[in-house]
């Protein structure tokens, strides 16, 4: 059976990537702040923490490892969006942005790559954003959170190739989830009413979507694809 450390887990994307996996028969072992709601989401075990607490992720990884057995597959999927004109931007803003969004993928990264390349197998997706892909106006520091991923992907895929080991990112446009209610806040610029009109497909991404692409990634079938992004936004990318 394989094992999976899925962040973010508590609510959208990441809960319906653990009931996907679950259901596929994923050993997963889920993470985030909200332990009630760890509790309530289908898993082989959780540990409730802030990803952005000093030594939260050595205590992870070593539970994860402890209960799953070993770690074959990560999935990044913890992040936080932030609606914020350059001007505005707070530094403890820009701290946490960076290090929630692209430093944690990092170093979680870091911590399962030796078992993986021992094994010769392991499964890295990262989850970005269309807006870390083509920029979005008034979240820069959203958008260049997630352009880092980007890089990350691509060359952790390419020094990890030999061993078996795919990195990859799916980059989705907008999804309803609790993270969008910031974007669409009426305080800021846009509703959702305008953000769906300028959407090719007219709608936004389910969160199943996403779970299906992970699970299809993380396949054997999807052994030959490292490196790649996809963006999963009902064409909100092609401009
Ligand atoms: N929704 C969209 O339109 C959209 C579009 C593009 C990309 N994405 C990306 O997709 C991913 C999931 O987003 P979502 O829409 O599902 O957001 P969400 O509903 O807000 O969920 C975010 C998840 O991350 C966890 N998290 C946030 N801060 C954390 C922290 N400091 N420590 C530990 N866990 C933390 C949250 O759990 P707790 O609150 O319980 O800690 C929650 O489980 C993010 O990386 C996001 O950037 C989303």
Do not use: H
């Amino acid at each position: 059976m394989q094992k999976v450390l899925l962040t973010g887990a508590s609510k959208g994307i990441g809960q319906e990537i653990a009931k996907i996996l679950f259901q596929a028969g994923y050993k997963v072992f889920i993470t985030a702040r909200d332990e009630n709601a760890l509790q309530n989401t289908p898993s082989a075990g959780y540990l409730a923490g802030d990803l952005l607490e000093e030594n939260f992720i050595n205590e992870l990884i070593k539970t994860a490892e402890k209960t799953l057995g070993g770690i074959d597959i990560l999935i990044n999927n913890a992040g936080s969006y932030i609606w914020s004109p350059i001007e505005r931007t707070e530094q403890t803003d820009i701290e946490k942005t960076f290090i929630l969004n692209l430093q944690i993928p990092y170093q979680l990264c870091q911590a399962v790559v030796p078992n993986m390349k021992q094994q010769k197998k392991g499964r890295i997706i990262n989850i970005g954003s269309i807006s870390g892909i083509v920029g979005e106006a008034n979240a820069s520091l959203y958008s260049a959170s997630k352009a880092g991923l980007l890089g990350l992907t691509k060359a952790l895929a390419l020094e990890l190739a030999e061993n078996n080991i795919t990195v990859n990112l799916i980059s989705p446009g907008w999804v309803k989830t609790a993270l969008t209610a910031d974007a669409f806040a009426e305080e800021n610029n846009f509703s959702e009413t305008e953000q769906i009109e300028i959407i090719p497909q007219r709608r936004f991404i389910e969160p199943s979507e996403i779970a299906q692409l992970v699970k299809y990634l993380i396949s054997d079938s999807a052994k030959g694809i490292t490196g790649q992004n996809i963006n999963l936004c009902a064409g909100l990318s092609l401009g």
